[in-house]
């Protein structure tokens, strides 16, 4: 295992507000990534980065920003959360043949 | 684009039955091939793979082989056991000089084994 974490592991929040997600590695791993998960849609890749303060997006980034300030950690931001973003959360990094390992997600819910 | 496509579930077996789940991608290169497992309220945890064509890659008695030919990577064990209850996942990650090497998942598929 790679020795990740998250936090908060369940968070419930109101709509329209600002929520930040944080994620934890122990590994030294360049890459790290933001997936959401959701019934019907497997994962899907929100935003990933390749090195401190390299970021980009991915498949379903729109409402999503992303920080990257230090090696071991990548933050998650929703600027204004909605219902839509109800979902788990799971960040992941890359080992050295491409697999990923992830850690155990965010259960975040938008009232 | 780059797609994985898997068989729907949810799939239910007794225990000590044959489990097959169907993979099948679409993929401009030469994809590495990956089988993950999700336990109930867990993260994805990597069960094997594949990075060539005619790879069989194996762990815990899972077995899965690269199929150029078919495009195809199906995930086979021979004697299911009720703690293989889990979500699975097939992906792909695309090798060549311009892929940032990001996994494309399939969207799961569910199994159920009964005692």
């Known amino acids: 295992d790679a020795g990740i974490t998250q936090s908060p592991r369940h968070k419930v929040t109101e709509t329209g507000t600002p929520v930040t997600l944080r994620c934890h590695q122990t590994e030294n791993h360049r890459y790290m990534y933001w997936y959401r998960q959701d019934p019907g849609h497997g994962l899907r890749l929100i935003h990933y980065s390749y090195g401190v303060k390299d970021t980009d997006k991915g498949e379903v980034s729109d409402g999503y920003s992303v920080s990257r300030s230090k090696t071991e950690d990548f933050l998650l931001t929703l600027e204004s959360a909605t219902s839509s973003q109800t979902s788990v959360y799971f960040c992941?990094?890359?080992?050295?043949?491409?697999?990923?390992?992830f850690g155990p997600g965010t259960r975040l819910t938008v009232t | 684009g780059d797609s994985v496509t898997q068989m729907e579930g949810p799939v239910t077996l007794s225990e000590e039955a044959f489990l097959t789940i169907n993979c099948t991608y679409t993929a401009t290169g030469y994809p590495s091939l990956f089988w993950y497992v999700q336990y109930p309220g867990e993260g994805l945890q990597l069960l094997l793979k594949?990075?060539?064509?005619?790879d069989k890659g194996s762990n815990k008695g899972f077995e899965a082989t690269y199929r150029k030919e078919t495009t195809s990577f199906h995930l086979e064990k021979g004697s299911v056991q009720v703690s293989d209850s889990a979500v699975y996942f097939c992906?792909?990650?695309?090798?060549?000089?311009?892929?940032?090497?990001?996994?494309?998942f399939g969207k799961g598929t569910k199994l159920s084994v009964k005692p």
């Open positions: 594949a990075t060539k064509a005619d």
């Open positions: 992941a990094t890359r080992g050295s043949s491409y697999e990923q390992y």
């Open positions: 992906a792909l990650i695309e090798n060549y000089g311009g892929s940032q090497g990001n996994l494309i």
